[in-house]
């Protein structure tokens, strides 16, 4: 087994410390990728960073049976437990891998006034 000079180590680690750190420095004030671009954090169980993002209100059909999502025909009953509020009064979709033909995971729907 052949053994690395301690010095080699640390430098190794001290390196890996700074590029960790430019990494980050380089997303200050950027949203991440489980984030809308409103700048809300979507709920891990709706997200695993791929799987959400906000989509125009002509991708969502709102009708008396629920929502249809237009991409794949899919129909979420309003009392679905994958329906949730919208923070910033968009739709956001969260499918399977962020897919536009997979499964809804969470539907996040606007508001709608009284």
């Not at 990494?23 to 950027?30: D, N, P, Q, W």
């Not at 991440?32 to 984030?35: A, F, G, L, N, T």
């Given at each position: 087994m052949t053994r690395r000079p301690l010095h080699s180590i640390a430098g190794a680690l001290a390196?890996?410390?700074?590029?960790?750190?430019l990494?980050?420095?380089?997303?200050?004030?950027?949203a991440?990728?489980?984030?809308a671009p409103s700048g809300w954090t979507?709920?891990?169980?709706?997200?695993?960073g791929v799987d959400c993002r906000e989509v125009p209100d002509a991708e969502?059909?709102?009708?008396?049976?629920?929502?249809?999502?237009?991409?794949?025909?899919?129909?979420?009953?309003?009392s679905d437990p994958k329906v949730k509020p919208s923070p910033d009064g968009r739709f956001h979709w969260c499918s399977?891998?962020?897919r536009d033909d997979s499964r809804t995971i969470c539907l996040f729907v606007p508001g709608r006034g009284s």
């Open positions: 390196v890996s410390a700074m590029l960790a750190g990494v980050l420095a380089g997303t200050h004030g950027r991440w990728p489980h984030d979507y709920p891990f169980s709706c997200c695993s969502v059909i709102e009708g008396a049976r629920g929502y249809e999502i237009r991409q794949t025909g899919e129909l979420i009953p309003m399977v891998m962020g």
